[in-house]
């Protein structure tokens, strides 16, 4: 649990500055559960400079609740989080002083979003919470005021969150909140958890990630792991001390943030192969050959892959497909070699071609610039899978238009994911089987 926080102060000596404004939402990941918002009168001048910059003056603040009235609330929606500011270390200070001057310690972890910006978003021209807001999109209102800046920050964090493919964020907070407790039951874990989609991850008395996994139902899906038997459940039912997710609105980002993060973290229950998750691809042969024939083989006789599927059944059946859906002469479809000769009385030739070219087109993301657009986590958001010339770059998650025609804006608020040939069979085979996902063309010539 986390409480993302903003404290808007008078300035001052050190030591000597007070809060005449705070903003706290109360944040379990994934939404705000709570949250307090409210002007302080701190029973001192605000410095002019101050004053200009967040438009707040003392005339304001008159009849606004003294800091002692407020703290009980202030120490409440706080109770069990870790802080999250940006430049935490100034706002912790100054809530620290306010409490200390009441006789009372109060005492939270913190998390910095400049350090873990820093960490996570290396390349930004500037970390300052304006400038790295615009660089990456983020809407921003009543800037230097706390419920203004606290917003930015919180979506920040949300992105933060997404980017950090190490876990060492959730890891690090579940290591420092389950120290010396006993673990919730399996019960409370599964009642906590939300029916959507996204990726779970069942973590030990550690915290590490001993399981991890994609479900549209996460919910229903964890219930499944505490309910079945067999011998990688019952450890996990043994072993798991808590579970946390990432919904990720798209089904297709959590398949591919499933194996991904698989491949990475390699949790000890999960079967990670090293193998292709293909075992057969349809060779196009389109280099220019009289007669362009489709042609099934096993994956591993092709020097590159054109288009795969994982068993010969379904090769089939997709050249089924374009073969009615292209109109296709029997002669640009073959399982054997020798059986080509057979039908080129009745093929159209060039025109034939065109087609099977065509074909190759609309099934491929072979040399495509795009960005896949699917439903988001939440109303209002927009999540995106970016490919830049064929090749898988990352997924995010946007809320503005103007983000979604932006490829630059896209590269940055991205959580990069390194592209292979298992993540291009993912993608393609997805898009084969779900029409429903809207295509940005972001090649130059399109921009």
């Known amino acids: ?64 609740p003294k800091f002692h009235e407020v703290a009980k609330r202030i120490v409440e929606i706080t109770e069990g989080t870790v802080i999250v500011a940006h430049n935490a270390q100034f706002d912790y200070r100054i809530l620290r002083t306010e409490f200390r001057r009441l006789g009372y310690d109060f005492q939270r972890k913190t998390l910095c979003t400049v350090d873990l910006s820093k960490q996570l978003i290396p390349d930004a021209e500037s970390h300052s919470l304006g400038k790295l807001a615009r660089s990456l ?48 039951t399996q019960l409370d874990m599964v009642f906590e958890l939300p029916s959507d989609t996204g990726v779970y991850y069942m973590h030990d008395k550690e915290g590490e990630i001993i399981f991890l996994g994609k479900s549209s139902n996460i919910k229903k899906r964890v219930n499944q792991h505490f309910t079945n038997v067999g011998k990688v459940a019952r450890k996990l039912q043994k072993e798991t001390k808590k579970v946390t997710y990432q919904k990720t609105g798209s089904e297709l980002i959590g398949i591919l943030k499933s194996y991904w993060e698989q491949k990475k973290k390699r949790p000890k229950y999960n079967h990670t192969s090293k193998k292709k998750l293909f075992t057969h691809a349809v060779d196009f042969n389109l280099n220019g050959s009289e007669h362009i024939v489709l042609n099934i083989e096993k994956s591993s006789r092709l020097e590159t892959m054109q288009i795969a599927f994982n068993g010969m059944d379904s090769a089939r059946n997709f050249l089924e497909r374009v073969q009615s859906e292209f109109e296709l002469c029997p002669g640009s479809i073959t399982t054997e070699a020798e059986c080509i000769r057979t039908f080129h009385d009745e093929c159209e030739g060039p025109h034939c071609n065109e087609k099977v ?21 939440e109303t209002g958001e927009h999540s995106f899978v970016l490919i830049k010339n064929g090749r898988l770059q990352g997924f995010g998650f946007v809320e503005l238009n103007h983000q979604i025609n932006n490829i630059h804006i896209l590269e940055s608020v991205m959580t990069p994911m390194p592209g292979d040939e298992n993540t291009t069979f993912i993608i393609e085979s997805y898009l084969r089987k779900n029409n429903r996902l809207r295509t940005i063309d972001l090649t130059p010539s399109s921009a």
């Open 137 to 184: 999109g983020i809407p921003m209102s009543d800037r230097h005021r706390a419920n203004g800046d606290a917003l930015a920050t919180l979506k920040l964090f949300k992105l933060l969150l997404n980017k950090d493919s190490d876990k060492k964020i959730i890891t690090e907070v579940i290591r420092e909140e389950s120290h010396g407790e006993l673990s919730p």
């Open 357 to 377: 070219t065509a074909a190759f087109e609309k099934y491929s993301i072979a040399g495509k610039s795009m960005a896949l657009l699917d439903r988001g986590r």
């Open 1 to 64: 649990m986390y409480a993302i926080l903003d404290i808007e102060s008078t300035g001052g000596k050190y030591n000597e500055e007070g809060i005449m404004e705070i903003a706290i939402h109360r944040f379990d990941g994934h939404q705000v559960v709570d949250q307090f918002i409210c002007l302080i009168n701190p029973e001192r001048k605000i410095q002019p400079f101050v004053s200009k910059l967040t438009g707040i003056n003392n005339k304001m603040l008159r009849s606004a």
